[in-house]
């Protein structure tokens, strides 16, 4: 019984090896387009991800944001770019082993300091995170409710700065 995989941990699995695997396509292919198309399976992976841990929000946003916008402002800039004109180099290829040995050393530090941290009450009782005016919601509803009701006027600034930055860039892009 504790030892038998269930339906929800294969699906954790798939999707994890997934994202992994398109990961390491991301960096290892030589187009950029299919380097693209990897990117976006790893990212609808992560998605699939939060969806399993009842993250809807944070599941959704990821398709939105990264799926859709990244992914196509990533597109375009492959697409603008006259890759057959570029010279191929090879800056990284002498450095792999020292970044192999910077990552190893990175992912140890990493893996003690992350388990030293005593984490808090949200991860000893995950319905903190669902919680809105004192009563069990939604996961989606806690955030819209606290989003749009205490944080209304930081998230309306920071529309009209997106805003500002989108006709920015349209303005340059055109000259």
Same mark, same amino acid.
Request: charge should be negative; hydrophobic fraction near 60%.
């Given at each position: 019984?504790?030892?038998?995989?269930?339906?929800?941990?294969?699906?954790?699995?798939?999707?994890?090896?997934?994202?992994?695997?398109?990961?390491?396509?991301?960096?290892?292919?030589?187009?950029?387009?299919?380097?693209?198309?990897?990117?976006?399976?790893?990212?609808?992976?992560?998605?699939?991800?939060?969806?399993?841990?009842?993250?809807?929000?944070?599941?959704?946003?990821?398709?939105?944001?990264?799926?859709?916008?990244?992914?196509? !402002?990533?597109? $375009?800039? =492959?697409?603008? @770019?006259? #890759?057959?004109?570029?010279?191929?180099? +090879?800056?990284? /290829?002498?450095?792999?082993?020292?970044?192999?040995?910077?990552?190893?050393?990175?992912?140890?530090?990493?893996?003690?300091?992350?388990?030293?941290?005593?984490?808090?009450?949200?991860?000893?009782?995950?319905?903190?995170?669902?919680?809105?005016?004192?009563?069990?919601?939604?996961?989606?509803?806690?955030?819209?409710?606290?989003?749009?009701?205490?944080? !209304?006027?930081? $998230?309306? =600034?920071?529309? @009209?700065? #997106?805003?500002?930055?989108?006709?920015? +860039?349209?303005? /340059?892009?055109?000259?």
């Amino acid at each position: 019984p504790g030892d038998r995989l269930t339906v929800e941990a294969i699906v954790f699995y798939l999707f994890a090896g997934i994202a992994l695997g398109a990961a390491v396509m991301v960096v290892t292919m030589r187009n950029p387009m299919y380097s693209a198309i990897s990117l976006l399976t790893c990212f609808l992976s992560v998605a699939g991800l939060f969806f399993l841990q009842h993250a809807e929000f944070v599941g959704i946003v990821q398709v939105f944001v990264y799926g859709g916008g990244i992914m196509v !402002l990533f597109l $375009f800039t =492959i697409m603008l @770019v006259n #890759l057959q004109n570029l010279r191929e180099t +090879a800056l990284f /290829l002498r450095q792999s082993r020292l970044a192999a040995l910077l990552v190893g050393v990175m992912a140890v530090a990493f893996i003690v300091v992350f388990m030293g941290i005593e984490f808090g009450p949200a991860f000893a009782d995950p319905d903190v995170f669902r919680a809105a005016d004192g009563e069990l919601r939604g996961n989606t509803e806690a955030i819209a409710l606290t989003l749009y009701r205490d944080y !209304l006027l930081p $998230f309306e =600034i920071a529309s @009209v700065f #997106l805003l500002v930055a989108m006709i920015g +860039a349209v303005i /340059l892009g055109r000259k």
